[in-house]
């Protein structure tokens, strides 16, 4: 039996079981065994080139975002118009077939855009070239899921479907669950709040799975079995931001554009017109959360011009040094710094303070 066709067995199984008290943890063992053949299945192998071989570019700039849709929804045609390299665009199905590179300037920041091939359903087990550009997605810091709004809205779950299955959790953060691996003394659970998805025995079923049979699970959130399995598999997991761009508005009437507005984290825009693209690129930033650092040299005024600009999470005071030059730390003495991250104007700070957007600092040196 492939790994494909296990997966089609448990899922199955999964359809015709009945959701209850009895039936609870055996389901949840089910979604255990079916995380682990999803994981077998994306796991590159040297022969099959899973991850993205031929797909994947040198990335440039402080972020890089990536456009996932179905064919022709106007992918390249948004490349093209955001940061002015030609991505070949056309009426036909499948015009890009490889990783086209180009780059936005934004508040100073270089953000790199992946423009990718089309997807189809199926993608995420193998169909077209599906794996290889959702693995390069899974590698942005910022996913575009591109939609025609001619198409059915149904197209936006298919394609959350198929990022899912590959490990992408989109617009979410990691469950607040801490699994502590010890010697002995079987599984214990503790929650900050009622538990209302899971119960004890479920997680059980599903760390004997994962062959983990001492372990301290503190859960803090109401979390559900998908959660549990999430952060047992955090390595094959990625949490990325995700931009609904509803393009080709130019194609609808008002009224339904005005529907169009209260769809979650979506962005209505025209990229033949460059309708409402300004909007998308504010969205982008936002969610991006990308921190500009002024520096200003002592006694002068600090270049407002070029900013370093750090991602969130590699923003303390060390990677701001690194971000310059790899030598500064062995002369570092102290930073003084103004602005959002401190609480006097100007506050000195060490290597790992974390720094705020907009930030203004002086290192002093040894
Ligand atoms: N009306 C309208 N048509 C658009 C818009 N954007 C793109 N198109 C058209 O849609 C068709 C497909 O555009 P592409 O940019 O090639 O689409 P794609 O998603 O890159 O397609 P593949 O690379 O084949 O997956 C072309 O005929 C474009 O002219 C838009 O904003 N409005
Ligand atoms: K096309
Ligand atoms: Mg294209």
């Not at 089309?118 to 993608?123: N, R």
């Not at 538990?195 to 699970?217: F, G, P, Q, W």
């Not at 930073?335 to 203004?360: F, M, N, T, W």
């Amino acid at each position: 039996m492939t790994t494909v066709d296990k997966i089609a067995n448990i899922e199955r199984e999964m359809s015709i079981t009945q959701k209850n008290k009895a039936t609870s943890s055996h389901l949840g063992l089910l979604k255990a065994k079916l995380a682990k053949l999803k994981r077998e299945l994306l796991t590159p192998t040297t022969s099959g080139g899973g991850a993205g071989v031929g797909f994947d570019v040198a990335r440039t700039g402080v972020a890089s975002c990536g456009f996932i849709g179905f064919p022709s929804v106007g992918k390249s045609t948004l490349m093209s118009r955001l940061t002015g390299q030609h991505s070949e665009a056309a009426a036909y199905e499948f015009t890009t077939l490889t990783t086209v590179p180009g780059q936005v300037v934004y508040n100073g920041a270089k953000i790199q855009m992946l423009d990718l091939p089309g997807i189809i359903q199926g993608a995420k087990d193998g169909k077209g070239r599906g794996r290889q550009v959702i693995a390069v997605a899974k590698t942005c810091h910022l996913i575009f899921i591109v939609l025609d709004v001619n198409k059915p809205l149904t197209d936006k779950r298919v394609i959350e479907a198929e990022l899912e299955g590959f490990g992408i959790r989109v617009n979410k953060s990691p469950p607040n669950i801490k699994i502590t691996k010890k010697d002995k003394g079987g599984i214990s659970v503790t929650s900050t709040q009622p538990l209302t998805h899971i119960d004890n025995d479920e997680v059980r079923a599903v760390m004997l799975e994962y062959k983990m049979s001492n372990a301290d699970i503190a859960i803090r959130c109401d979390a559900t079995v998908d959660d549990l399995i999430d952060v047992i598999e955090a390595k094959s997991r990625s949490y990325i931001p995700v931009i609904y761009a509803l393009n080709k508005i130019d194609a609808i009437s008002i009224e339904e554009l005005d529907l169009l507005y209260r769809i979650p984290d979506a962005c209505p825009i025209s990229s033949e017109h460059g309708w409402n693209v300004d909007e998308l690129m504010e969205q982008m930033w936002d969610k991006l959360k990308l921190k500009r650092i002024y520096t200003k040299p002592k006694g002068r005024m600090p270049d407002y011009s070029a900013p370093v600009v750090l991602r969130e999470g590699r923003n303390t005071v060390e990677d701001f040094c690194n971000a310059i030059h790899k030598t500064i730390i062995e002369d570092f003495r102290v930073a003084v710094v103004y602005g959002r991250s401190v609480k006097h104007q100007p506050q000195r700070v060490g290597l790992s303070h974390v720094l705020e957007d907009e930030d203004i600092i002086t290192i002093v040196k040894k």
